[in-house]
């Protein structure tokens, strides 16, 4: 088959963890338009969700922070946090497919590190969470670096992301394609709690104009400045833009919600 369903999604924990500390209609208005993304997925009748994903010190460190990771195990356990509000789960895998993707992207120039181990922080199961509440699908997680420099750039990702999309394109199995993180937000720093609204508004402009040479023009120190170290994590959205090139965004929600600290954001991709 090939892919069915492609999504980008913001993952603030605050959506869960402090539900109540957003206003009633912004947090309402944002989650109701989560879980109908999560219905739009279901009638999609995906096989199995490939997340392009980040991830928080859950599994790797600066001992060894990869570049790009594929996970390749049979199951993911998640949340690591405990005070997320969201029931720990066992969300199966597809290590077939995850070492289709191994092999294939070792033919095509880029070397991502494998792992057969790897926990769920809420960058990858708070949007499972919304998009696939049950946990029944299996999830093959592929992890880009944004938390720590070196990260890759983001004409690198777009790349990564096209590979990602021919591959998937091919498969036999009907595939979800998500990706995870943003908008803007300085978490943990001196500005915590800022959003960038003009940043995210034009972010997200580029994605509805399909406009590659923009997505792709971004540079470290700009969304460094612009977005916050959390906005690095847009580096997921433009992967996403370049598995599904031809694919034309559609912006589902967007709200700066201040008690969570996030400019939160979701995008649906429509073939």
């Excluded at 208005?29 to 991830?55: C, H, M, N, W």
């Excluded at 300085?186 to 800022?194: I, K, N, V, Y």
């Excluded at 104009?209 to 923009?214: E, F, K, L, S, T």
């Excluded at 971004?218 to 031809?246: K, P």
Aim: hydrophobic share 45%; charged share 20%; net charge negative.
């Amino acid at each position: 088959m090939a892919i069915v369903f492609a999504c980008a999604a913001s993952h603030a924990p605050g959506m869960t963890a402090w539900t109540e500390a957003a206003p009633k209609e912004q947090s309402e208005k944002f989650l109701g338009s989560y879980r109908q993304l999560g219905q739009r997925l279901a009638a999609a009748k995906p096989d199995v969700i490939v997340a392009i994903t980040v991830e928080h010190w859950a599994n790797f460190f600066l001992n060894g922070m990869p570049t790009f990771c594929i996970g390749r195990a049979a199951y993911y356990d998640g949340p690591i946090e405990e005070w997320l509000r969201i029931p720990k789960a066992r969300v199966p895998g597809d290590a077939k497919l995850s070492a289709q993707l191994i092999d294939a992207s070792l033919d095509s120039g880029f070397d991502p590190l494998f792992s057969d181990e790897l926990l769920f922080d809420h960058a990858t199961f708070l949007p499972l969470h919304f998009l696939n509440p049950k946990m029944a699908l299996p999830v093959v997680p592929v992890i880009i670096n944004t938390l720590t420099p070196p990260m890759p750039t983001a004409k690198r990702c777009f790349a990564f992301g096209e590979f990602l999309g021919q591959v998937l394109q091919r498969s036999e199995k009907r595939i979800a394609l998500i990706a995870t993180g943003g908008l803007s937000h300085w978490p943990g720093e001196a500005q915590h709690g800022r959003i960038n609204i003009p940043f995210d508004k034009k972010f997200l402009d580029n994605l509805v104009a399909g406009d590659h040479r923009q997505l792709t023009a971004y540079t470290h120190d700009e969304i460094n400045s612009e977005a916050g170290s959390g906005g690095h994590e847009i580096r997921t959205w433009i992967a996403l833009a370049g598995a599904v090139q031809s694919w034309k965004a559609e912006v589902i929600a967007y709200e700066p919600v201040v008690p969570w600290a996030t400019g939160c954001g979701l995008v649906a991709f429509n073939p």
